[in-house]
């Protein structure tokens, strides 16, 4: 639920807080001293905020942004946790000892431990396998964010979106969805049964004018089957999803990018990011990889282990990682901006906007640790040979 409303009163002076806001130990004792600590402590563990209750005209704000700050905080140590889990399914097929792979999130450090290892096994593999050299080719994933979803919940904040605006709203990508008319851009169509354009998944037929034997990830042009979407010029009307324009109204709109409406204000785009990773629908990234001269078999096990779980890894790097930092950053600069919405005499509010400032720089120093860690798995994947990344 969004608790946002608008602050009027007069706006407790900066000076007082922000010093706090760099010491927590040292507000704590002042509003011990005055019984006036903040009633959110718990709430910030468990995200349970339905006995909380705030003081002050600025309540509203400072709720909904205590939420976000929580939902941060899930969402780091969820990051961790799908990265020690994707770690731990490649170490597995690689034949590392199960006790190490094994860690609970711990701000990175659990990720750091368990993909470590694996990424010292992939060295050693492709150490061992002489002049042999791994060539990575990754197609990053594709994220989009339903854009009726978003609507609603600027709605709920008070701040109606101008339907006009929602192509320059959406930063950084493009608007996609149903379109009854003729589409101007690219058609994407899942499991198609005929594919001449890029295909999401397994490609069966040519790939680059070139044969692919049993079929196989292509990361250029797949002309034959594709098990997943294949997404292809559009030519009048697409049957499935159109990007990059269409002659009519797009129905069930999505954003590749960020979306962000101008007319929103900074505290119902904070309000409604966490609602907004919630709805992001991200494709993992696609990972191809080509052994350079003879191939032995311990390496040829090392390419199939890579080719199964490196795109779950990369994904914290490129794809939910990537959306889950840009939240996260967004949520610490915000924080700065708490003091002003904290009203005069608010000391639990100043408290509260002190403890919430410090929990979210926290989930997003464990969010760059995970991030930073996904990087280091493909650094080692490539470090004989090489890796690029294609849009």
């Not at 731990?88 to 860690?103: H, M, N, P, Q, R």
């Not at 608007?175 to 001449?196: D, F, L, N, P, Y």
């Not at 860690?373 to 470090?383: F, G, L």
Request: proline share 4%; charged share 20%; hydrophobic share 35%.
């Amino acid at each position: 639920m969004i608790h946002w409303k608008k602050a009027s009163a007069p706006l407790l002076l900066v000076a007082l807080v922000s010093p706090a806001l760099l010491n927590c130990d040292a507000l704590n004792k002042v509003a011990s001293a005055a019984g006036a600590g903040c009633p959110a402590l718990t709430a910030l563990d468990t995200g349970d905020f339905s006995n909380v209750h705030l003081q002050g005209d600025a309540k509203g704000e400072l709720k909904g942004f205590l939420e976000a700050v929580y939902d941060a905080k899930q969402l780091s140590v969820e990051t961790e946790a799908s990265l020690i889990e994707a770690c731990g399914e490649l170490g597995k097929s690689l034949g590392v000892d199960e006790t190490a792979l094994k860690a609970v999130p711990a701000d990175g450090d659990g990720a750091k431990k368990v993909c470590g290892t694996v990424s010292e096994k992939i060295k050693s593999m492709i150490n061992a396998a002489g002049d042999a050299k791994l060539v990575v080719t990754i197609i990053e994933p594709k994220c989009n964010i339903d854009i009726d979803q978003m609507l609603g919940c600027y709605e709920k904040c008070g701040v109606p979106v101008d339907p006009g605006a929602l192509e320059a709203s959406c930063e950084g990508g493009e608007i996609s969805g149903q379109c009854e008319a003729e589409c101007k851009g690219t058609c994407s169509v899942e499991a198609a049964a005929s594919c001449s354009g890029e295909c999401d998944g397994n490609c069966t037929g040519n790939c680059d004018g070139k044969p692919l034997k049993d079929g196989g990830i292509c990361t250029g042009k797949c002309d034959g089957k594709c098990d997943a979407a294949c997404t292809a010029t559009a030519k009048g009307k697409c049957a499935g999803t159109c990007s990059g324009g269409c002659s009519a109204k797009v129905t069930a709109p999505q954003c590749s990018g960020t979306f962000k409406p101008p007319s929103v204000d900074l505290s119902c785009q904070i309000g409604c990011s966490s609602q907004a990773y919630k709805m992001l629908k991200c494709k993992p990234p696609r990972v191809k990889i080509t052994a350079e001269s003879k191939v032995k078999t311990d390496l040829g096990k090392l390419v199939k282990a890579l080719e199964a779980s490196l795109p779950k890894i990369i994904n914290i790097e490129l794809g939910l990682g990537k959306r889950a930092l840009e939240r996260a950053t967004a949520l610490v600069a915000y924080s700065a901006k708490m003091p002003e919405l904290v009203t005069a005499g608010g000391t639990q509010g100043a408290m509260c906007a002190a403890n919430g400032a410090e929990v979210s720089k926290k989930a997003l120093a464990a969010i760059k640790a995970s991030v930073s860690v996904s990087v280091s798995v493909k650094v080692s994947a490539s470090a004989s040979g090489s890796a690029k990344t294609d849009g």
